[in-house]
């Protein structure tokens, strides 16, 4: 019987111990303290796992005795693992927090345009952001210029202006170009006359970052920005040298070359990158007009940083384009011209900025920091019988002041704007001069009053020589309801001094267009705002699903008009009324290991609204659908196909645009030092000469109607990548 009865109180014994032996924990965010729901937390070389509740909480029951290793995860977030010896003493749950990975996610990217340089996902204030690999992504796509890269973002639409020169224009939310405002490190460098080739000029290849506001922004850069703004972030120098180059050629017989340089040392630090860019005319419809014109481009853009001390650094810099650009009657450009092969549109630029940036830390909590920038611009604009050019010169200079607490971060700071253009004179019109000076204010504060609740309110008030004073508050919300869910809410208001310089006016090449009457026009302003859902949870181990639903709206008051006039000139007029732009974007992301797909989709209704009438503005698909599905291992292959779709759009003679497609397939093979891509863009060919006309009249004179499909067709392009 005591041979029975003792291995029978043992196994009891083993099998109560065993049962009681439960782990109990609570994961949280090691920054925020937020709980984590959806965690994992598994048992090593078992099966044995179970995920964390709202709470946070998950609890492990029946785990056997001794050291025991238990590993937890979450998605976006490093893998944790934890010895703990069973049975435990505590009975009350462990605290387990988890850091998230550095740079993985898009909430790790510090963002520099609402100037607190927050993570993308503390921010108030809805930004989207372009990084890293996707950056790289959309580089090998078009090397050459950034225009594609906007143009494939949701609620991004590039417009064209020129059939034959590729001249466009930045639209947000269907709202025109002129509402944008590009910058490049926090500069405003490409606005005014400047603007007209921008996107054209702005080589990727230096760019660590892209960060895109929709929405008034007003409030923290000025006039200009109603729709949005665009902040393009350069590379900056580290400890570690990075010598890279960049050779790509297309079946249009283009080629790029480009060669960035940085390196840091104890008290100097450098960043060198350099381009240069060739187009040859392209005319894949064989209509005898350039679909791509005949250029030539070269870039330098030094930069030096001087770290005075471990508190103060110093930083100097200079962009610098020439390009000369012809498009128009393929003969004509090949030097085989006659009297009905005559037509041109020439483009000649030098552009010249410089920037001075100065940050002292002055201690753990506050900081100060100036910008200054002088930007030298000559463009010329040539048809026959015709030529428009003029030298824009502008400056920018801001000191800011910023400070940090425990809870609430301040900044404030002051702003000098000025801005001249001088037109050549070669005839008898009247010339489309002006000279403003803009001084201005600001103050911004980012508020957590919980762990969940984040408020940013800001208010600018700006003086414009000859339109007066304009004051700009604004507000934004975020609420992150637990790590999975957080709503974004805000507005503010807006402006927008009136120059010519337009998407309306460029499409004309600025010919027979009046100087603006500063008597009888007044700023446009604007007032708008967005309700942001964002959402994100782990499938499985292998598999995450997010979606992002932006709604919009934006008014614009007293709108610029161009209309002709009786005697064959064009006036810009303000008609009573508004325009208004508002809709609904969604992005959806779902992952399964190597694989991501990504879904876009933008609905823009954009309508003018004059003397009680209602009408649809010009140029904009209602409907837009963006659709990317990218294979990736890690530093050895990308395989990206895509898929857009544009519903058709109401042009300016009233005419109706068809929808359309457009299909792309890039590939890159990566090794330790170098890669190579090839790109298939729009291989389906779509091209809107296919389908509709693009210009009236003969090829001698050509009338040009709108452009709102592509005009280049199928182009391949591909190249080879180093870096050293």
């Known amino acids: 019987m005591k041979n029975f009865i003792l291995p029978l109180l043992a196994i009891i014994y083993t099998s109560l111990a065993f049962g009681q032996n439960t782990f109990k924990a609570i994961i949280k965010d090691s920054e925020s303290k937020e709980v984590l729901f959806g965690a994992t937390a598994i048992l090593h070389g078992t099966t044995i796992g179970t995920s964390a509740d709202q709470n946070g909480f998950i609890e492990i029951k029946n785990i056997p005795n001794g050291k025991q290793i238990i590993i937890f995860g979450y998605i976006g977030y490093q893998e944790k693992t934890s010895i703990f010896n069973f049975p435990l003493t505590q009975t009350e749950p462990t605290e387990i927090f988890l850091s998230t990975h550095e740079g993985e996610e898009l909430e790790q990217v510090v963002i520099s345009a609402t100037r607190s340089r927050r993570a993308i996902g503390n921010i108030p204030t ?367 208001l807006g402006y927008k001094t009136p120059t010519i310089f337009t998407e309306d006016a460029e499409r004309i090449q600025f010919r027979n267009v009046l100087p603006i009457d500063i008597s009888k026009t007044k700023a446009e302003q604007s007032i708008g705002g967005n309700f942001d859902i964002n959402y994100k949870t782990s499938l499985s181990d292998k598999m995450s699903f997010s979606i992002n639903m932006l709604l919009f709206y934006t008014q614009v008051k007293d709108p610029l008009i161009l209309t002709s006039t009786t005697t064959n000139l064009y006036e810009f007029q303000q008609p009573n009324g508004y325009i208004d732009t508002q809709g609904i974007e969604t992005n959806v992301k779902l992952s399964y290991g190597d694989l991501k797909l990504f879904i876009g989709y933008t609905l823009a209704d954009v309508e003018e609204h004059y003397n009680g009438n209602s009408t649809t503005f010009p140029l904009v698909a209602k409907h837009r659908l963006n659709n990317v599905l990218m294979y990736e291992i890690e530093d050895k292959l990308k395989i990206g196909l895509e898929a857009y779709y544009f519903s058709p759009q109401e042009l300016n003679d009233a005419a109706i645009g068809k929808e359309y497609w457009l299909f792309g397939l890039m590939v890159e093979k990566i090794w330790d030092k170098f890669s190579v891509f090839i790109n298939f863009e729009n291989f389906g060919n779509t091209r809107q000469t296919k389908f509709d006309t693009i210009y009236t009249g003969s090829i001698t004179n050509p009338t040009f109607r709108d452009i709102y499909a592509p005009v280049d067709g199928f182009v391949v392009n591909g190249g080879l990548k180093i870096k050293l």
């Open 126 to 492: 809805r930004i989207e952001a372009i990084s890293g690999e996707e950056l790289e992504e959309k580089g090998n796509m078009k090397p050459g210029d950034i225009r594609m890269m906007l143009n494939e973002s949701t609620g991004i639409q590039t417009q064209q202006t020129s059939a034959t020169s590729y001249n466009s224009s930045i639209r947000i939310q269907g709202l025109d170009g002129k509402y944008t405002q590009i910058l490049k490190d926090g500069y405003p460098l490409y606005s005014g006359f400047s603007g007209g080739l921008s996107l054209l000029q702005i080589v990727p290849l230096d760019l660590k970052q892209v960060e895109v506001i929709k929405g008034a922004s007003s409030t923290l850069y000025g006039e200009g920005a109603i729709a949005g703004l665009v902040n393009l972030v350069s590379k900056i120098p580290k400890e570690e040298k990075e010598l890279s180059f960049m050779l790509n050629g297309t079946s249009a017989l283009g080629l790029d070359a480009s060669a960035f340089y940085s390196k840091k040392n104890d008290k100097v630090g450098a960043t060198i990158f350099a381009s240069y860019n060739v187009g040859t005319p392209y005319d894949p419809a064989n209509i005898g007009l350039t679909a791509i014109p005949k250029f030539t481009r070269f870039t330098i853009n030094p930069k030096l940083f001087v770290y005075l001390n471990d508190k103060t650094t110093l930083n100097i810099g200079l962009n610098s384009t020439i390009e000369d650009r012809i498009g128009g009657d393929i003969k004509y450009i090949e030097n085989k011209g006659y009297n009905t092969h005559s037509y041109f549109e020439k483009n000649k630029t030098n552009r010249y900025s410089t920037q001075l940036g100065l940050d002292h830390i002055i201690n753990d909590k506050s900081n100060l920091s100036f910008k200054n920038s002088v930007s030298y611009y000559d463009r010329s604009i040539e048809i026959p019988n015709y030529k428009f050019s003029g030298i824009q010169i502008s400056s920018f200079s801001e000191a800011t002041y910023s400070l940090k607490g425990e809870n609430s971060e301040w900044v404030t700071g002051l702003n000098l704007w000025t801005d001249k253009f001088n037109q050549n004179k070669f005839d008898t019109s009247k010339v489309v001069d002006y000279n403003y000076t803009t001084i201005g204010g600001f103050v911004q504060n980012t508020w957590n009053l919980t762990r969940k609740f984040a408020l940013e309110t800001g208010f600018r008030g700006d003086y414009q020589n000859k339109y007066g004073f304009f004051a700009l508050p604004r507000v934004s919300s975020l609420l992150k309801v637990n790590p999975k869910l957080s709503f974004r809410l805000g507005g503010g």
